[in-house]
């Protein structure tokens, strides 16, 4: 198999080999089992409106896991971002400069929780898993106080295509990933930021000693990881039409499990954007097609689960 | 002597535990004056029975974090022990001593699953027991169809209750199971950490899993035990829900992971291991059940429950680094 795959020109990483294996193996089942429907340009679409809303938190996700970190508030930041622009919007709707207001509240909001968990990490000196749980567990809290637990809806047009609209077939949410998924993708590979990101991952001490500010490249990391859940609280509001407290929060442990799936190394260091979006595709390709077939969603689950330590287990296998 | 009890002061004042303890008797002090229900013994009792299942599951966490594990597994552990346990009294019966025997086997059998993909596959813990939660609870929900369970029998649903007397509110109170449950659980796993070799083992794995391979400590074994052990408490304390609630839902302890994530770490127990002690544990679950009652007596809104127990966490966990930073500073 590997063989015919390095004679394709393959991407040498084996990681994204495994992938597209996966990937074709689900292909071919569903083909056989109901390819009329699966290949069908509505499923398509669905599935492709469907997948941006955990991408974009898997990116979140990503972005802290390179550096060795990880974010638990990514959900609670997505919430507090949609609750604080849901709240200004639904003070007069069709006025496109509340509009703007609404983006930069939510923005400014995302930006206010990444530098607290920057600053707890980075300077204060707490461990990435234990700021973002507490981080996680106050935000939620503030969330359901301010909201008194209550669904905000009514969201103008101009909003709501950014989770229903499409471009030449293809839908608004997928454009506003690649978008920001090639965006992370330029700022990893191509500026001095995204090579200290996988520096500290690799060795934080070594870096510290090389003269990187390391806190400072922390700080930023919490902060670009907030911006993404802003952008993921945008789809999901325009999805769902409504921001509630508690959305979305089986989307958290989904996210670190779409993140290791592409590739990403929880110790840091090493992974690729391609590899999350890959493994994106593998995941909902995976929930569609079951869907279709009748599975049930909570075998999907276990699937997902299984489907995890299977793949870490094949790493393993050949490393 | 001035200088023993210097030294001895100043050993106290470094330990995370003491701050603790000061913030925990400062609320109680506050809470006692400000609402007379506070003290009542009744009120205690009250705060203990809900505070059971937490504080079972932390003594199980506790000692995967000292290995310098994690598992985020174990409500899902829980569920299907909890799910197998109701299942064979609702149509054999049995007693007490058959249904923690059920749960614990059923938790130790996951737990040992947990123990062998972490140590054969070398992948932090954290993200093989993600796949087990899911994996776990997806098959639970599946083949239970997330059917409810009820209609307990009586000997099950009354419980054990030891030495009870009325209450100021007239209601019952005594040792009951739950509290019983917690006690001996606290007890157990005092006595295994500070007592046996295999508790100085796991300290050792958990500070250098590198030093304590080297000086002969079967790393595999150590790891089946942790995790079977914290299988083992999830399967009990999940017969100590049923017993309170007097019910099964498949799904009732889903989410449940962070919250005693939280309260084990109040305590002081580091992430990386081989750091932290049981009393930090017990002080933690404490100080989150002692804050839950007491902004219901002061009839603070639950909204603003979440948020206190955020801040708390977040004040903790910086006071402890900052003091772990302190202290590097005046070592090196």
């Known amino acids: ?319 | 002597m001035p200088d023993q009890i210097r030294s001895h002061w100043g050993a106290l004042v470094k330990r995370h535990e003491f701050y603790l303890a000061v913030l925990i008797g400062l609320i109680v002090i506050g809470l006692g004056m400000s609402s007379e229900d506070f003290f009542t013994l009744g009120n205690i009792f009250d705060m203990s029975v809900s505070s059971a299942i937490l504080g079972i599951m932390a003594c199980g966490l506790f000692v995967v974090l000292i290995a310098g594990g994690i598992d985020i597994s174990f409500p899902a552990t829980a569920a299907i022990a909890q799910y197998v346990m109701a299942t064979y009294v609702l149509s054999i019966g049995g007693n007490f001593v058959i249904a923690f025997l059920i749960a614990a086997v059923v938790g130790i059998v996951l737990g040992l699953i947990n123990a062998v993909l972490v140590y054969r596959l070398k992948v932090p813990a954290i993200i093989i027991t993600i796949s087990t939660l899911n994996l776990f609870f997806g098959l639970l929900i599946y083949f239970s169809n997330g059917e409810w369970l009820y209609g307990f029998p009586d000997w099950f649903m009354e419980g054990i209750e030891l030495f009870t007397f009325i209450g100021s509110d007239g209601y019952d109170y005594g040792l009951s199971l739950p509290i019983i449950t917690l006690v001996a659980v606290i007890l157990f796993t005092s006595f295994l950490m500070s007592k046996t070799r295999l508790g100085r083992q796991i300290y050792a794995m958990g500070g250098n899993a590198d030093a304590a391979s080297r000086i002969g400590i079967n790393l595999f074994g150590i790891h089946l035990f942790v995790y079977g052990y914290m299988g083992a408490l999830a399967g009990i304390a999940s017969v100590v829900q049923t017993q309170i609630t007097q019910s099964v839902a498949p799904n009732s302890l889903m989410g449940f992971e962070l919250t005693v994530l939280a309260a084990v770490v109040l305590g002081g127990t580091s992430m990386t291991g081989g750091k932290g002690t049981l009393m930090g544990v017990v002080l933690g679950v404490a100080l989150l059940a002692i804050m839950k009652n007491g902004l219901t007596l002061l009839s603070v809104p639950s909204y603003w429950h979440t948020v206190v127990t955020g801040l708390i966490i977040v004040f903790s966990i910086s006071m402890t680094a900052l003091n772990e930073k302190k202290q590097a500073l005046q070592g090196a």
Not at chain 1, 26 to 39: E, K, L, V, Y
Not at chain 1, 144 to 156: E, H, K, Q, T, Y
């Open chain 1, 1 to 319: 198999m590997d063989q015919v795959l390095n004679a394709m020109k393959l991407p040498t990483d084996r990681n994204i080999r495994y992938l597209l294996v996966i990937l074709v193996g689900i292909f071919t089942i569903m083909a056989i089992a109901s390819g009329d429907t699966f290949f069908s340009l509505a499923n398509l679409q669905s599935m492709s409106s469907q997948m941006p809303l955990l991408g974009m938190l898997a990116l979140a996700m990503a972005v802290c896991m390179l550096t060795g970190g990880i974010n638990l508030s990514i959900i609670a930041t997505t919430n507090a971002c949609s609750l604080v622009m849901a709240s200004i919007l639904t003070i007069s709707p069709d006025n496109g400069m509340v509009l703007l207001l609404a983006l930069v509240a939510g923005l400014v909001t995302a930006i206010v929780i990444g530098l607290l968990n920057g600053a707890l990490i980075a300077y204060v000196g707490v461990s990435p898993i234990l700021a973002t749980l507490g981080m996680m567990t106050l935000i939620n809290g503030l969330n359901v106080l301010i909201s008194g637990g209550s669904v905000i809806s009514g969201f103008p047009e101009s909003l709501l295509v950014l989770g229903n609209g499409s471009f030449f077939g293809v839908p608004m949410p997928l454009f506003l990933f690649i978008f920001f998924a090639i965006g992370l993708w330029g700022l990893l590979e191509h500026t001095s930021l995204g090579r200290t990101i996988y520096l500290m991952g690799s060795n934080e001490k070594a870096t510290r000693f090389s003269g990187i500010n390391t806190q400072k490249a922390v700080l930023y990391v919490y902060v670009i990881s907030s911006i993404l859940c802003w952008v993921a609280a945008l789809i999901m509001m325009a999805k769902f039409n409504s921001a509630k407290a508690g959305y979305g929060e089986s989307y958290l442990l989904i996210a670190i499990l779409a993140s290791v799936l592409g590739g990403i190394n929880p110790d840091g260091g090493f992974g690729r954007i391609i590899g999350i979006g890959l493994a994106l595709i593998v995941l909902q390709t995976l929930e569609s097609g079951l869907n279709l077939l009748g599975v049930s969603s909570y075998l999907t689950m276990a699937l997902w689960g299984g489907i995890l330590i299977l793949f870490i287990a094949l790493q393993k296998r050949k490393a």
